[in-house]
């Protein structure tokens, strides 16, 4: 499908309801070389994320998430791998 928009003298530029009511009313500019893309956003960022990767996370809290990627972070930051070193 294609359709055509122009922007407002504010630069506020009016999606189509149709299009709305098919991929919600939040999406991520991205600039390219040549053009500009709409990526729709979910309402609910986890539930999209989830979709995303499926079930590869299951059996572990947010909580536990974020103290893997902290430490990960860490890790790649301090250069060392081994925790008692800290």
């Known amino acids: 499908m294609s359709k055509t928009a122009e922007a407002d003298t504010r630069g506020r ?3 189509p309801a149709d299009i709305r009511e098919k991929h919600g009313s939040r999406y991520r500019i991205v600039e390219l070389e040549d053009r500009v ?6 309402d609910d960022p986890v539930a999209g ?3 995303a990767v499926g079930d590869a996370f299951d059996g572990h809290s ?5 103290a893997e990627a902290r430490e990960a972070a860490r890790v790649n930051a ?6 008692e070193a800290r």
């Open 62 to 66: 947010i909580a536990e998430l974020k």
């Open 78 to 83: 301090v250069g060392d791998s081994d925790p």
């Open 37 to 42: 893309e709409l990526i729709p956003l979910d």
């Open 13 to 15: 530029i009016v999606i």
């Open 49 to 51: 994320l989830q979709a």
